[in-house]
């Protein structure tokens, strides 16, 4: 990639470039959510016309079932969630019927919708609006999830569900953001759903991360290298399906693994790929799995007892040298 | 047969009834797997609003499913095969009794989760819109599901937007075994339309005429652009809500099973219109006889076809498939 066809944004702003260009891009790609038609005024979706930008009541459940009826009748839906526990509102269509309607109708509809569900966790929002839930959608077959965790794979990854023909749920890391990074400018750039990418070569411990972690777990991966532990660094980037060989991959070249994942610890994304691990590369693993995850509480309020739930680049280095003792 | 309205609605009507019968009647032989609700009584009202659609409408629906894709003109035969959970099957067996869907005649999919259909005919209402087709879309649902959030908000943005949807609610007088009086605030659906600037029209729902019309005028105002209606057709569902279910204790009075039956029963109210029009005994055994035919064949295409290869089921599970972990 060179330095013309990229431009330094921040993840947020990737996220409206990919929303953009597939609306200019495809004439049955319409966006509905809340508080839409404010980003229009803005001209974030750039020469759309006014029909395919759908300011929503506050209906989620309604207009995340709408989105389905479209998709399997010839739309493209993208649906602005907003906040990730809005999902549990919207929960019935996006289960029992977008992942499931190809299925139950022996293939006679296709699902393009896409949803995206922003996690506004560490930000003194308390629990009804901090939640990091995509474990709970990792358990619906039929439906595929992401975890961008830079502003390129904010913009690949989103253009990728939008353009995919089953339904995708989007899950954006809100502490992201702001923060900047290249992005390709190249409206066919895409990011295959089911790759995880490799961000560091290490030989000595494995760092598998999930959504926002990933700049824990860069920063955890420096402060090792100072004491001479090498470590391999990996972003899941999709949850479903999760991309197999590189988890087992990544054990193959270490032999020790911490997982990071800012889900709760039971039935978090951290279990399923632990499960993997044990399962399927139990004779490759010289010490424990480890896991960095949230403690299972509700999120608080006041920011002393938030912060240090999450996971941070401290610990993730603890674990990491535990490994290595 | 004659190619007129009439016949074509009561061909329409005695498929659903007849479909009905021998689905209870494979129910009894032990053929059937899983929950069957049948429409036996409510098929005026789906007849009358499916009748109203061009072929390339949309229809969403409930999980009483067989009706409405028999209303709307779908062939038996893989219905029946639907039923009995074989390959032939409209679904190719992995959706049954409660999920009929069948996109040759616009049936866009029949849901088991109450009030499920609403909001996927509503989409399709707004991908017409969108995309400028002049179709509509018609969603069945009944008296239970009116009390399901989704309509409110689905009525509202149809309303808000003028969305091409016409919101049919067949009210048979019973959430399965709850009466409606014990679980509605006032007795008519249909005028909870007004509270979102929606015309709300009331129908005898065993009666077809009445039906047609008042769906006929939906949807010339859908298509128009002038939004959506809601219909709610007063009916009433002969059977038990599930077929096979057993009760303890009476939720319905005898009396008025029984005078539902005897003397608003749609098929024969109907043909009696049809003899008292221009409509004689020989046309109307004729067409009868085509439509105990056509159940015939489709309960024997159904027995005799094979059922789905266990491996089947790792199938369609995406349009882009993706590696199903086992």
């Known amino acids: 990639m060179t330095e013309s066809n990229t431009k330094r944004m921040t993840y947020l702003d990737a996220l409206g470039l990919a929303q953009r260009e597939e609306l200019e891009g495809n004439p049955d790609t319409i966006i509905i959510g809340e508080d839409i038609a404010l980003y229009a005024a803005g001209g974030a979706y750039g020469n759309t016309e006014a029909s395919r930008i759908r300011s929503a009541p506050i209906s989620e459940c309604g207009f995340a079932g709408m989105a389905v009826g479209a998709a399997i009748t010839g739309l493209r839906p993208i649906v602005d969630l907003t906040i990730a526990n809005f999902i549990y509102l919207a929960a019935d269509p996006i289960i029992n019927q977008a992942a499931r309607l190809r299925y139950m109708t022996g293939g006679q509809f296709k699902v393009p919708v896409t949803y995206r569900a922003s996690m506004w966790h560490s930000q003194a929002n308390a629990a009804q609006h901090s939640d990091r839930p995509y474990p709970m959608f990792m358990n619906i077959p039929g439906l595929k999830v992401v975890c961008p965790a830079t502003p390129e794979d904010a913009k690949g990854l989103l253009k990728a569900a939008i353009r995919d023909d089953d339904p995708v749920i989007v899950f954006e890391d809100n502490d992201l953001w702001g923060k900047k990074g290249d992005v390709p400018l190249d409206t066919e750039f895409v990011v295959p759903i089911g790759k995880a990418r490799t961000h560091r070569e290490g030989s000595d411990v494995s760092i598998i991360s999930v959504s926002g972690c990933l700049r824990h777990a860069l920063k955890a991966a420096d402060d090792l290298a100072r004491d001479g532990i090498n470590a391999d660094v990996i972003d899941l980037r999709t949850l479903l399906p999760l991309d197999n060989d590189a988890i087992l991959g990544t054990l193959a070249k270490t032999g020790r693994v911490v997982i990071v994942d800012p889900a709760h610890r039971t039935m978090g994304a951290a279990a399923e790929i632990a499960a993997i691990l044990v399962e399927d590369g139990f004779d490759m693993l010289k010490k424990p799995v480890k896991r960095v995850v949230t403690p299972d509480v509700p999120i608080p309020f006041s920011p002393p007892m938030e912060a240090p739930l999450y996971p941070n680049p401290e610990k993730i280095a603890a674990a990491a040298r535990e490994l290595m003792a | ?326």
Request: aromatic share 6%.
């Open chain 2, 1 to 326: 047969m004659k190619n007129d309205i009439q016949s074509e609605a009561y061909l329409r009507m005695l498929k659903i009834r007849g479909f009905e019968q021998a689905v209870k009647q494979l129910v009894t032989e032990g053929e059937v797997p899983g929950a069957v609700h049948s429409s036996v009584g409510q098929e005026a009202a789906i007849v009358g609003a499916c009748m109203a659609l061009a072929d390339d409408d949309y229809i969403s629906g409930t999980h009483r499913s067989h009706g409405h894709p028999i209303g709307k003109g779908a062939q038996l035969k893989p219905l029946m095969a639907e039923i009995l959970g074989k390959v032939t099957g409209v679904c190719k067996g992995r959706g049954g009794s409660m999920h009929f869907t069948d996109t040759s005649v616009g049936s866009i999919g029949e849901s088991a989760i109450v009030g499920g259909g609403i909001p996927i005919a509503t989409g399709a209402a707004l991908t017409a819109q969108v995309k400028g087709t002049g179709q509509v879309a018609l969603t069945f649902f009944g008296d239970g599901a009116s009390n399901e959030g989704v309509l409110a908000e689905c009525l509202n943005m149809a309303a808000v937007w003028k969305l091409p949807v016409i919101f049919f609610c067949e009210n048979n007088g019973y959430a399965a075994v709850t009466p409606a009086k014990d679980s509605h605030g006032q007795p008519d659906v249909a005028r909870r339309a007004e509270g979102y600037g929606v015309p709300g029209v009331i129908v005898d729902g065993q009666d077809f005429d009445a039906v047609y019309a008042a769906t006929q005028t939906a949807v010339a105002r859908a298509r128009a652009g002038e939004g959506p209606t809601l219909i709610e057709a007063k009916t009433y569902r002969f059977d038990e809500h599930c077929v096979g279910l057993f009760i303890n204790g009476a939720y319905r009075p005898a009396e008025e099973i029984a005078h539902f039956m005897s003397e608003r029963d749609p098929v024969t109210l109907y043909r009696n219109l049809l003899l008292d029009g221009d409509k004689s005994e020989g046309d109307l055994s004729e067409i009868e006889a085509m439509a105990d035919g056509l159940i015939q064949e489709a309960v024997s295409f159904a027995k005799e076809s094979a059922y789905p290869d266990p491996e089947e089921a790792f199938e369609l599970v995406h349009a882009n498939p993706i590696s199903i972990r086992r």
